[in-house]
């Protein structure tokens, strides 16, 4: 259980949510909560947190954080260089982040992703990681990451990442 209010209640994913209600006007992102999250889940491949409003019980959003790396010449170089030579560099990933289409435009997108940073902070002090990872699905995805100070890596521009030390200074 992470953030409780007398409606609103985070916590991770569990039997219990109506994941089938869920429509956050991206069918990948819908399907992924229903049919997948559970799953990835028990197989330790995606922890999915989800913010529950409890008086409609209904999902207002998720997102989902794994361990990760990426390479390190992705990374630019006035990074890069003063990092050890190692391929990959540990990173954690928040894969999907959604909000239903009953609450968009009130602020959940950046309570969640505020929410992602927190925990990928707080774990980091105990599992290095040199920053938080973005999959965007979209160009739309994208501006909302950048709009946070998320950075396109220079392989996939759809990939992007804050390092820590920015995050850091969040918390
Ligand atoms: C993108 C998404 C998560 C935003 O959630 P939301 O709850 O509507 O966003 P918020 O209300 O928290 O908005 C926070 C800020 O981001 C901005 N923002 C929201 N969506 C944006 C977008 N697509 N592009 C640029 N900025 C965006 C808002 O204007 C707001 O800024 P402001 O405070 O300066 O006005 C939501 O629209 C969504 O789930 N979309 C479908 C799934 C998706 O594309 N997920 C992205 C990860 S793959």
């Keep these: 259980m992470l953030v409780t209010q007398d409606r609103y209640l985070m916590s991770r994913l569990n039997d219990s949510h109506p994941k089938q209600k869920f429509c956050c006007g991206v069918e990948v992102l819908n399907k992924y909560l229903q049919k997948q999250a ?85 774990t980091s002090d105990e599992v290095a990681s040199f920053a938080v990872i973005v999959d965007a699905m979209s160009e739309s995805a994208k501006n909302f990451y950048q709009k946070y100070g998320f950075i396109s890596l220079s392989s996939d521009s759809r990939k992007l990442y804050l390092p820590m030390k920015t995050i850091r200074k969040l918390f």
């Design 38 to 122: 559970g799953q990835e889940n028990r197989k330790n491949i995606a922890v999915t947190y989800v913010l529950h409003d409890q008086e409609a019980d209904q999902i207002m959003g998720y997102y989902t954080l794994s361990a990760s790396t990426i390479q390190l010449q992705n990374l630019p170089e006035s990074l890069s260089k003063k990092l050890p030579r190692y391929p990959l560099v540990p990173t954690t990933l928040i894969g999907r982040l959604a909000v239903d289409s009953n609450y968009q435009k009130r602020g959940i997108g950046e309570a969640l992703l505020i929410d992602a940073l927190r925990i990928a902070h707080k």
